[in-house]
């Protein structure tokens, strides 16, 4: 379980990004943060694990307040956070199977690092996760030879070989095409599922989100204004988050959307 208490991040230009966010998130749930640019839904996750440091209250994951910990403590629990970025965040010339398996690196010696000598265990995993997320036969290309899709599959394995027991996840759908978009969404899910992961997803797409988790928090200047169902998502809840817009739209979108993927699975 991850909790957090009276979570706040001000910058040293006063702005307030995160303010005062209480909230928990169990074993295996997973969510959506929405909101407006600006909003804070990246720096509440990048403070979550300390990428950004957060100026006051408390993370804690199980029994652990991640917030107090020193720098070699905080390696060790960044272990147990598993990070898929916007940007895939990929090493470009290093080929597939080696940037899954950087996903290790908190669990092997620096010269075990060094010189890519990773466990047999290891590999068989990244292995594993490369068929599991549809990738099996690219492990031996390089990262800059792959689509989208396919770089944020890699980033997607390389996260769950930390074998984590939180995702933090930026705005995993942002630079793909609507399809692209969907199998990634469903494919982050489904594998939260399979492992009994908690995830905060960070998406722009309401829709999407509306879609595929069981849960919605909307954030609007740092501060928690909607936390509940995707259904519970009214075209006031999200005027509320956003401001005006045409929210009817929104909300047939998703009903239709939500209809074809209902078919598809039977």
Same mark, same amino acid.
């Given at each position: 379980?991850? *909790?957090?208490? &009276? ?10 990004? =995160? &303010? ?13 943060? $929405? ?40 390696? @060790? ?8 970025? #916007? ?16 996903? *290790? ?17 290891? $590999? ?6 490369? /068929? ?12 800059? +030879? ?7 599959? =890699?980033?997607?394995? *390389? ?5 984590? @027991?939180?995702?933090? =996840? ?8 609507? @399809? ?12 939260? +599922? /399979? ?14 989100? #509306? ?13 928690? =204004? ?17 401001? /005006? ?5 929104t909300i047939e979108e998703v009903e239709e959307n939500g209809e074809e993927i209902a078919e598809a699975v039977a």
């Open positions: 379980m991850l *909790r957090l208490e &009276n979570f706040t991040k001000r910058y040293l230009t006063g702005d307030l990004a =995160v &303010n005062n966010v209480t909230l928990e998130i169990p074993t295996g749930q997973v969510v959506a943060l $929405i909101g407006p640019s600006g909003a804070g839904k990246s720096t509440l996750i990048r403070c979550i694990n300390r990428l950004v440091e957060p100026t006051s209250g408390a993370a804690i994951l199980d029994d652990i307040n991640l917030t107090v910990l020193g720098s070699s403590a905080l390696r @060790k629990a960044r272990r147990h956070m598993g990070m898929i970025f #916007q940007e895939y965040a990929l090493v470009e010339r290093l080929s597939v199977m080696e940037n899954v398996l950087s996903g *290790r690196l908190g669990y092997v010696g620096f010269w075990r690092s060094w010189f890519r000598k990773f466990p047999q265990s290891d $590999i068989d995993e990244a292995f594993r996760l490369m /068929e599991r997320v549809g990738i099996a036969d690219m492990a031996d290309k390089r990262a800059d +030879a792959l689509s989208g899709g396919q770089r944020q599959r =890699v980033g997607i394995a *390389r996260a769950l070989i930390q074998n984590p @027991k939180l995702l933090l =996840v930026d705005e995993p759908t942002a630079s793909l095409d609507p @399809k692209t978009a969907r199998q990634i969404m469903r494919l982050i899910t489904e594998l939260c +599922a /399979e492992r009994g992961l908690a995830a905060i997803v960070n998406i722009h797409d309401v829709a999407l989100a #509306q879609m595929y988790v069981e849960r919605v928090i909307g954030l609007r200047t740092g501060e928690v =204004v909607f936390d509940g169902p995707p259904e519970d998502l009214t075209p006031e809840v999200l005027t509320d988050i956003y401001g /005006e817009e045409d929210w009817e739209a």
